[in-house]
């Protein structure tokens, strides 16, 4: 998220969970991805979502808020360079 600050992006609405992040995207935006780790939800799956006061450090069934909900959504085309950019970095120091 920093990256994506760092860029001037706007970041949206960013979900913590036991496992990974969560960032949510306009509908549709992220198809193509081809990013390694990376998930797409695609149309029609569900996510579960706790309410918007439940921020980190707070959680709910695993999951909270880093960014609360409100407009606007990260940029996909953004996010998508901040993580491959992520990943580059990662692989020119080993970590995989």
Avoid: C, F, K
Wanted: overall charge negative; hydrophobic content about 50%; charged content about 10%.
């Amino acid at each position: 998220m920093t990256a994506l600050r760092t860029a001037g992006a706007a970041v949206g609405p960013v979900l913590h969970t036991a496992t990974h992040v969560e960032v949510l995207v306009p509908l549709g935006s992220v198809g193509d991805w081809d990013q390694d780790g990376a998930t797409v939800v695609d149309q029609g799956e569900m996510i579960a979502l706790p309410p918007p006061a439940i921020v980190a450090p707070h959680t709910l069934n695993a999951r909270s808020w880093v960014v609360a909900p409100g407009p606007p959504l990260t940029d996909a085309t953004a996010l998508y360079e901040a993580y491959a950019a992520a990943g580059a970095s990662l692989a020119m120091d080993g970590v995989q």
